[in-house]
Protein backbone atom coordinates (compact mmCIF):
# COMPACT_ATOMS: atom_id res chain seq x y z
CA UNK A 1 0.00 0.00 0.00
CA UNK A 2 1.61 3.41 -0.69
CA UNK A 3 2.11 5.68 2.37
CA UNK A 4 -0.72 8.14 2.46
CA UNK A 5 0.07 11.88 3.40
CA UNK A 6 -1.91 13.13 5.70
CA UNK A 7 -1.85 17.30 7.36
CA UNK A 8 -2.72 17.95 10.33
CA UNK A 9 -3.44 21.78 11.22
CA UNK A 10 -4.85 23.68 13.71
CA UNK A 11 -5.05 27.78 14.33
CA UNK A 12 -2.38 28.84 15.62
CA UNK A 13 0.47 26.55 17.86
CA UNK A 14 1.36 22.88 17.48
CA UNK A 15 -0.45 21.48 20.81
CA UNK A 16 -3.96 20.62 19.53
CA UNK A 17 -2.58 19.70 15.89
CA UNK A 18 0.37 17.17 18.02
CA UNK A 19 -2.57 15.59 19.89
CA UNK A 20 -4.48 15.01 17.04
CA UNK A 21 -1.74 13.84 14.41
CA UNK A 22 -0.16 11.54 17.57
CA UNK A 23 -3.64 9.60 17.73
CA UNK A 24 -4.09 9.37 13.97
CA UNK A 25 -0.81 8.37 13.37
CA UNK A 26 -1.31 5.68 16.03
CA UNK A 27 -4.83 4.81 14.23
CA UNK A 28 -3.46 3.91 10.90
CA UNK A 29 -0.69 1.93 12.36
CA UNK A 30 -3.00 -0.27 14.01
CA UNK A 31 -4.81 -0.39 10.71
CA UNK A 32 -1.74 -1.14 9.07
CA UNK A 33 -1.66 1.78 6.63
CA UNK A 34 1.36 3.53 6.01
CA UNK A 35 0.98 7.23 6.25
CA UNK A 36 3.25 10.56 6.92
CA UNK A 37 1.55 13.47 9.34
CA UNK A 38 2.39 16.62 8.34
CA UNK A 39 1.89 19.30 11.16
CA UNK A 40 1.43 22.65 10.18
CA UNK A 41 -1.13 25.90 11.00
CA UNK A 42 -4.34 26.55 8.91
CA UNK A 43 -2.33 29.28 7.15
CA UNK A 44 0.00 27.06 5.90
CA UNK A 45 -2.20 24.44 4.39
CA UNK A 46 -2.00 25.60 1.03
CA UNK A 47 1.82 25.61 1.30
CA UNK A 48 1.88 21.53 2.40
CA UNK A 49 -1.07 20.33 0.36
CA UNK A 50 1.01 18.74 -2.70
CA UNK A 51 0.26 15.10 -2.71
CA UNK A 52 -1.89 15.23 0.17
CA UNK A 53 -4.04 11.98 0.72
CA UNK A 54 -6.42 14.10 3.40
CA UNK A 55 -6.29 17.37 5.88
CA UNK A 56 -7.38 17.11 9.13
CA UNK A 57 -7.62 20.06 11.11
CA UNK A 58 -8.43 21.23 14.89
CA UNK A 59 -9.86 24.70 13.56
CA UNK A 60 -12.57 25.75 11.81
CA UNK A 61 -11.99 25.32 8.18
CA UNK A 62 -14.37 26.58 5.16
CA UNK A 63 -11.88 26.65 2.05
CA UNK A 64 -11.77 23.81 -0.36
CA UNK A 65 -7.99 22.43 -0.93
CA UNK A 66 -9.14 19.93 -3.46
CA UNK A 67 -8.40 17.39 -0.90
CA UNK A 68 -11.13 15.70 1.49
CA UNK A 69 -11.21 17.63 4.63
CA UNK A 70 -12.41 16.49 8.36
CA UNK A 71 -12.95 18.17 11.42
CA UNK A 72 -10.46 16.97 14.02
CA UNK A 73 -11.21 18.58 17.52
CA UNK A 74 -12.19 15.27 18.62
CA UNK A 75 -8.91 14.31 19.39
CA UNK A 76 -8.80 16.98 21.30
CA UNK A 77 -12.29 17.37 23.50
CA UNK A 78 -12.53 13.45 23.71
CA UNK A 79 -15.82 13.38 22.30
CA UNK A 80 -17.37 11.67 19.30
CA UNK A 81 -13.24 10.64 18.25
CA UNK A 82 -15.01 7.20 17.27
CA UNK A 83 -16.83 8.84 14.47
CA UNK A 84 -14.19 10.66 13.50
CA UNK A 85 -11.30 7.94 13.54
CA UNK A 86 -14.39 6.36 11.28
CA UNK A 87 -14.20 9.12 8.57
CA UNK A 88 -10.79 9.64 8.53
CA UNK A 89 -10.24 5.75 7.53
CA UNK A 90 -12.86 5.80 4.94
CA UNK A 91 -10.78 8.09 2.89
CA UNK A 92 -7.46 6.55 3.54
CA UNK A 93 -8.74 2.84 2.66
Keep these: ?3 KRIIV ?3 GAVATSTVAATRIAELCKEQGIPVEVV ?3 VSEIAANCDNVDLIVTT ?3 TKDYGVPLENGMAFVSGVG ?3 AEERILRHLK
Design 1 to 3: MTK
Design 39 to 41: QCR
Design 59 to 61: ARV
Design 81 to 83: IEA
Design 9 to 11: ACG
